[in-house]
């Protein structure tokens, strides 16, 4: 599984995930990204 942040995460693992990929590993992906009005500032 592969949890990321931010959209460009994916971009720099890319590499890796194409990697893992051809050795046959099952990929999950799991963003938490929000767009900013939903960040709440106090």
Do not use: P, Q, Y
């Not at 990697?19 to 929000?34: A, G, Q, Y």
């Amino acid at each position: 599984m592969i949890i990321i942040a931010h959209d460009d995460d994916m971009c720099a693992m890319s590499g890796t995930i194409s990697k893992l990929n051809k050795d046959d590993w099952e990929i999950e992906v799991v963003s938490f990204h929000r767009e900013r009005n939903e960040i709440k500032h106090k």
